[in-house]
């Protein structure tokens, strides 16, 4: 039996019907995996961060090439999952009024196979999901900005289990809707439903059963999504709450660390960073960031605050760490810091406040105000190396630029392009 007819099987077996009909009964081959995957939020490591080489390190005046533009795909923030031959996104279906997930053709866009997630929910920000789908061996996991948690298998979007995490533990809906990105981590799916006793959940990943729930932790969630790491042999996983940085012990919950200064009362949105023990936290809305210090005995891990700088409070787009230097905007205002003392190396207003990733040497920044654009990471200075516009959407550009494959991807609401990026 193969392994995709025995993931089905599993499937079959073990849990619920399928909510939307199938597209195709056959699915297309799955190519193998590419050196350069970006399976989920923020890349393989969840640092932003690609390993990718071979990339142009100057663009044309109109930018790179194009080599695909798809539209009508639905509205939503999230940013692509790309793995092998296949693009994973989360969108709306206006017409069923519904939150749904869709497999692309990575060679020209073309959609695959579409799946209900769950109902549709807006704000004054739009509608739809803000999340990125994650990849886990032949499982896609999916969150909505309603709380509908679901697991479906990549290939042909068969659906393995499904459950809503404000629902099951008692967490309330926030004001711009939930817009984490699902964390697989050995064999747990992790979420924040930010319910009683219940901030952040670990799940079974394979059936969707509770694990466990984080007693110590009520915190209500913030728009971060988690991340987890070995701190001197402790498992940890991470997020920014509504009110805290925090850090739960990855083996059952327990409650490590929780650092109210780095959080706003408004929205906490930026994904730590971490490296050498250290974690990094950062939010907007007058607030700032702060480096803390960890260290385990005896199974557990305390934190202690090693700086904390105004000269990083980051709204929405997050920051990277590249070579010991954090990159990321200050409100409105590109910066690059010292990690490990948070001194300011230079500041530029580049293409405008937004989100960016690295690779091979360069920054790749989405602003948002509809404008692309490429830059040196180096704490020399702010050095431009290309900037292009795209359509605006008539709503903020929010998604995250994605590097795979030689292939920069980007999304805005519904439309979805690739440009070649590959040096010739």
Known sequence: MTHFRLLTLLCALGFGAHIAPRWAEIPPPQAPAAAFDWPQWQGPDRTGVSKETGLLQQWPASGPPLLWSVSGLGAGYGSPAVRGDRIFLQATHAGERASVVSALNRADGK????????????????????????????????????????????????????????????????????????????????????????GIVALDKMSGKTVWTSQQLSDEAGYSSLIAADVQGVRVIMTLTSSAGVGVRASDGKLMWRHTPVANGTANIATPVFHDNKVFYTSGYGT??????????????????????????????????????????????????????????????????????????????????????????????????GRFRIEDQGLPSWAHPVVSGGRLYVRDQGRLAAYNIRRQ
């Not at 969150?143 to 809503?164: V, Y």
């Open 111 to 198: 959609v695959v196979w579409t799946r209900s997630v769950g109902r549709l929910v807006s704000n004054d920000r739009g509608p739809g999901p803000r999340g990125t789908p994650t990849l886990d061996d032949d499982r896609l996991y999916v969150l909505t900005e309603n709380g509908d948690l679901a697991c479906f298998i990549a290939s042909n979007g068969d659906r393995c289990w499904q459950r809503n995490i404000l629902a099951d533990f008692g967490g309330r809906q926030i004001h711009w809707l939930i817009s984490e990105s699902p964390l697989v981590d050995g064999n747990n799916v992790y979420v924040t439903p930010g319910g009683p006793r219940a």
């Open 288 to 385: 700032g960031g702060a480096l803390l210090g960890l260290t385990a005995q005896a199974g557990e891990v305390r934190a202690q605050q090693i700086y904390f700088t105004r000269e990083m409070q980051n709204h929405h787009g997050g920051v990277v760490l590249v070579n010991g230097y954090l990159y990321g905007f200050n409100n409105s205002i590109l910066t690059c810091l010292d990690f490990a003392t948070g001194k300011m190396q230079w500041r530029d207003r580049s293409v405008g406040k937004g989100s960016l990733v690295y690779a091979d040497g360069h920054l790749y920044i989405q602003s948002e105000d509809q404008v692309i654009g490429l830059a040196e990471a180096s704490p020399a200075g702010y050095k431009e190396k």
